[in-house]
T-cell receptor, first 110, second 110 residues
Framework: EAQVTQNPRYLITVTGKKLTVTCSQNMNHEYMSWYRQDPGLGLRQIYYSMNVEVTDKGDVPEGYKVSRKEKRNFPLILESPSPNQTSLYFC?????????FGQGTRLTVV | GIQVEQSPPDLILQEGANSTLRCNFS?????LQWFHQNPWGQLINLFYIPSGTKQNGRLSATTVATERYSLLYISSSQTTDSGVYFCAGRPTSGYSTLTFGKGTMLLVSP
């Protein structure tokens, strides 16, 4: 089954404790991206990748890192999480046309 | 970047009613999609519809690319249709952010 898999689905962490949210797709898509969703602000892109080793900033990249060492994986790294990064995060992949989204990761930073 | 305006922002229906949701874009877009976010937060792909009309069961969508808008029709609504409906698109020039509208929150009551 074609899918985008994120882990974990839910995470509560403390300020400053590094964390990684994993994202994997099995559709051989070139494009992958990360979004965050906040009430009243909608979905906003954090980072995107057009292929292996090619990444670029989206609209809200501050406080996040990404890497694309393999085509199928695109982890999101929070080196020092802060409470304002509490949000619902989505990973997406695309061949350049239709985008497919993961199940979402609900992150709470206390 | 492009602006995406969705209307109405909120909609309450009785089960069995029909509805039309609208999405306007400030500029020409590619890769127009409609999503349903269910109460568990998952983003479900409804339609990939850069132009023309598509139907899937009780749902159908029409995009008039030259006039920069898209419509989502829901017929004979059911309580399981409740949730938030988003449209999203990319600017026509190059690969870029998939920009989302703020969504239409739909509540279907029994």
């Amino acid at each position: 089954e074609a899918q985008v898999t994120q882990n974990p689905r839910y995470l509560i962490t403390v300020t400053g404790k590094k964390l990684t949210v994993t994202c994997s797709q099995n559709m051989n898509h070139e494009y992958m991206s990360w979004y965050r969703q906040d009430p009243g602000l909608g979905l906003r892109q954090i980072y995107y990748s057009m292929n292996v080793e090619v990444t670029d900033k989206g609209d809200v990249p501050e406080g996040y890192k990404v890497s694309r060492k393999e085509k199928r994986n695109f982890p999101l790294i929070l080196e020092s999480p802060s409470p304002n990064q509490t949000s619902l995060y989505f990973c997406a992949s695309s061949s350049g046309t239709e985008a497919f989204f993961g199940q979402g990761t609900r992150l709470t930073v206390v | 970047g492009i602006q995406v305006e969705q209307s109405p922002p909120d909609l309450i229906l009785q089960e069995g009613a029909n509805s039309t949701l609208r999405c306007n874009f400030s500029d020409s877009v590619n890769n127009l999609q409609w999503f349903h976010q269910n109460p568990w937060g998952q983003l479900i792909n409804l339609f990939y519809i850069p132009s023309g009309t598509k139907q899937n069961g009780r749902l159908s969508a029409t995009t008039v690319a030259t006039e920069r808008y898209s419509l989502l029709y829901i017929s004979s609504s059911q309580t399981t249709d409740s949730g938030v409906y988003f449209c999203a698109g990319r600017p026509t020039s190059g690969y870029s952010t998939l920009t989302f509208g703020k969504g239409t929150m739909l509540l279907v009551s029994p």
